[in-house]
Structure formats: structure tokens, C-alpha cells
């Protein structure tokens, strides 16, 4: 059974840095492919980075690159997002989520079987 719990968000100011993770339990190391989503109130839920559950191949939406760094902890069964030079658009919930079995890393909503429970993250300016 696949259980996400996110931490790390809070209220920061424009420019500094956080560090958020999601602990994985019953994700393997191979076979998954892991993903950050990240949502406002009235819009869709989006896709900022996805990963393979090895830590291979990291990629992001053009929006945040340069910016974010994905990664996986396997000795922790842990999944990471850093974000650097935070921006008030930045703000917004943002999930952890894994796909179990995929041939390719998807990146839409409907393609992950799993979702943890989220955690917000507040950009002052």
C-alpha cells in the first residue's frame, strides 16, 4: 500500500529558499515514476517535476526551471523539491504524487494512482 505524507511548506518571504518533502512509503525503487503538483484555488492542478523512482531523469515544466530541483532519497524512501528564489506566484498547495508502472513518466493528474494530502507554501512579497 502507497502512503505520501508531504512537509516542509510554510510562509516565506520573495527570494528565499524551501526545501519540501514527501515520504513514500510502499514506493519501491523502481517501477514509479514521482511528481510534484501544485495547485491555486479556481485553477487546475499542474505539474511543476517528475522523477523516476530510481532518482533517473529528472524533468520540469518550463515555468520553474532554473528554479526547482527535484530528487529521491532511496535510503529514505524520501521524495524532495527545492525551490530556489522563491516568487509570490509560486504560491500555492503543492501534492506529492507517484504512478506505479509506467513506461513513461506522465505528467498530467489523471495518470497518477497516488496522491499525498499536500502542503502550502505562501510567498510574501
Known amino acids: 500500500q502507497v502512503q505520501l505524507v508531504e512537509s516542509g511548506g510554510g510562509s516565506v518571504q520573495e527570494g528565499e529558499y524551501q526545501r519540501l518533502s514527501c515520504a513514500a512509503s510502499g514506493v519501491t525503487s523502481s517501477g514509479y515514476c514521482m511528481a510534484w503538483f501544485r495547485q491555486t484555488p479556481g485553477k487546475e492542478r499542474e505539474m511543476v517535476a517528475n522523477?523516476?523512482?530510481?532518482?533517473?531523469?529528472?524533468r520540469y515544466v518550463d515555468s520553474v526551471k532554473g528554479r526547482f530541483f527535484i530528487s529521491r532519497d532511496n535510503t529514505k524512501n524520501t521524495l524532495h523539491l527545492q525551490i530556489y528564489n522563491l516568487k509570490p506566484e509560486d504560491t500555492a498547495m503543492y501534492y506529492c504524487a507517484a504512478a506505479s508502472f509506467r513506461r513513461v513518466c506522465p505528467t498530467t493528474t489523471n495518470e497518477y494512482n497516488y496522491w499525498g494530502q499536500g502542503t502550502q507554501v505562501t510567498v510574501a512579497s
Open positions: 522523477i523516476w523512482s530510481n532518482g533517473g531523469d529528472p
